[in-house]
């Protein structure tokens, strides 16, 4: 069998993340930085690694991996990549559309740049996913995190862009909470998806036909997503 490896980086703002409730944890550096490593491993369970780096004053990096075999990868293997990465400046999260309308009591809570919005994309870009964007309820707390939240929880609704394909043909209409209409002459698709049926179907309507795309082709003409929304 094809051994299995799941592995993921996190940044967090500065005070994000909790790092005094990492258990069993033991001091490393990486790069100079303070460091945290923990590794956990229970019978015919994963083994599950985590590596925190205080990448700036009580801002933390995070690798966390789980894996069905004891060296995929080790914990050095882990160190060595934390230590090769480097930072980058700021850029604006940009999408391909302006949005007339969001429900009340909803925040953006992730941006895919030619990918979906959900974290189980982070495997790589796509050709055909231009952009996607996770909206959650207000309020979620921004501290005291030891990981990132579940891509959809509950109540959240998803917008996704994307190329209207022979392989993925996109159906106008909606369906068990997902509304999906054609643009671009049938070349896009164009969708709403609430969780649960969290958002009524007239409302999953108002927030799709309140999408205006720019040129999905074209990233110069892609909006930030700071401005791109408005109420």
């Not at 050095?76 to 969001?102: D, H, K, M, N």
């Not at 190329?163 to 054609?182: E, F, H, I, M, V």
């Amino acid at each position: 069998m094809t051994p299995r490896l799941d592995a993921s980086l996190t940044l967090y703002r500065p005070g994000a993340y909790a790092v005094q409730r990492l258990a069993g944890t033991t001091s490393t550096t990486v790069a100079g930085h303070r460091a945290l490593k923990a590794e956990h491993h229970q019978g015919f369970g994963p083994w599950l690694r985590t590596l925190a780096w205080e990448y700036a004053p009580n801002a933390w990096a995070v690798l966390d991996s789980s894996a069905d075999r004891a060296d995929l990868p080790t914990m050095g293997q882990l160190e060595a990549t934390a230590a090769a990465l480097t930072g980058a400046a700021a850029r604006p999260a940009t999408v391909p559309f302006r949005l007339s309308y969001v429900p009340a009591g909803y925040d953006v809570f992730a941006v895919g740049d030619h990918m979906t919005g959900s974290l189980d994309a982070v495997g790589g870009p796509s050709a055909t996913e231009y952009s996607g964007l996770i909206f959650a309820r207000s309020g979620l707390p921004q501290t005291g995190l030891l990981g990132p939240y579940d891509n959809m929880m509950w109540g959240a609704f998803q917008i996704m862009i994307s190329a209207n394909t022979a392989d993925s043909p996109g159906t106008p209409g909606c369906d068990s909470g997902l509304c999906t209409r054609l643009a671009e002459g049938g070349k896009v698709t164009v969708e709403v998806a609430s969780d649960a049926g969290s958002l009524s179907k007239a409302e999953t309507m108002k927030v799709l036909n309140g999408i205006s795309l720019t040129d999905v082709n074209d990233t110069k003409t892609w909006v930030d997503v700071r401005t791109a929304l408005t109420r």
